[in-house]
T-cell receptor, first 112, second 114 residues
Framework: GESVGLHLPTLSVQEGDNSIINCAYSNSASDYFIWYKQESGKGPQFIIDIRSNMDKRQGQRVTVLLNKTVKHLSLQIAATQPGDSAVYFCAATHSGTYKYIFGTGTRLKVLA | KAGVTQTPRYLIKTRGQQVTLSCSPISGHRSVSWYQQTPGQGLQFLFEYFSETQRNKGNFPGRFSGRQFSNSRSEMNVSTLELGDSALYLC?????????????FGQGTRLTVV
């Protein structure tokens, strides 16, 4: 079956540094991708999305890169802050299904 | 505007019992999806409802069922509970405007089966 995988279960970065979280998906038909942030005791919170007709999308302090050739996407967080500490998930779907396949999550730890 | 509301937040049930979880989507959103989150399996898709009809279904046994009402509120039912059903159950709502739009999640219902 289709899957979405994250490369690292845990990522530790120094406060102020940039963070990069990677994700790979298996279904080449996937054409819409979302990154979510989940803090302890809360539901996933939308961070940024990207459609397959784009390679890059920027938000506030976050950038998502999509490489459809190798079925890989990444989330870059600039100037990482303590409040960024959470588990990050990528999710993939293809048009019209509204069925999102989630990765297993990367826990981001921000070191003071 | 108000977010996705799930009730109850916490539940403790005994094996063999059944449970019903409730989800109120964001006003105007007509698509409601349900996910099960466990430490071992991550977030897994259960099903999606749109206009009171189940549109997609994940790979879960028939003990897991759901429905959606005319006001888009949704309920999920699990019958004959097993210990392995202990999880965080998340509901997500989406506008479903024809192209994929982001899904907004509720806080979840933490179900513990003892």
């Amino acid at each position: 079956g289709e899957s979405v995988g994250l490369h690292l279960p845990t990522l530790s970065v120094q406060e102020g540094d940039n963070s990069i979280i990677n994700c790979a998906y298996s279904n080449s038909a996937s054409d819409y991708f979302i990154w979510y942030k989940q803090e302890s005791g809360k539901g996933p919170q939308f961070i940024i999305d990207i459609r397959s007709n784009m390679d890059k999308r920027q938000g506030q302090r976050v950038t998502v890169l999509l490489n459809k050739t190798v079925k890989h996407l990444s989330l870059q967080i600039a100037a990482t802050q303590p409040g960024d500490s959470a588990v990050y998930f990528c999710a993939a779907t293809h048009s019209g299904t509204y069925k999102y396949i989630f990765g297993t999550g990367t826990r981001l730890k921000v070191l003071a | 505007k108000a977010g996705v509301t799930q009730t109850p937040r916490y539940l403790i049930k005994t094996r063999g019992q059944q449970v019903t979880l409730s989800c109120s989507p964001i006003s105007g959103h007509r698509s409601v999806s349900w996910y099960q989150q466990t430490p071992g399996q991550g977030l897994q898709f259960l099903f999606e409802y749109f206009s009171e009809t189940q549109r997609n279904k994940g790979n879960f046994p028939g003990r897991f069922s759901g429905r959606q009402f005319s006001n888009s509120r949704s309920e999920m039912n699990v019958s004959t509970l097993e210990l392995g059903d202990s999880a965080l159950y998340l509901c997500a709502s989406s506008a479903r405007t024809g192209t994929n739009t982001e899904a907004f999640f509720g806080q979840g219902t933490r179900l513990t089966v003892v």
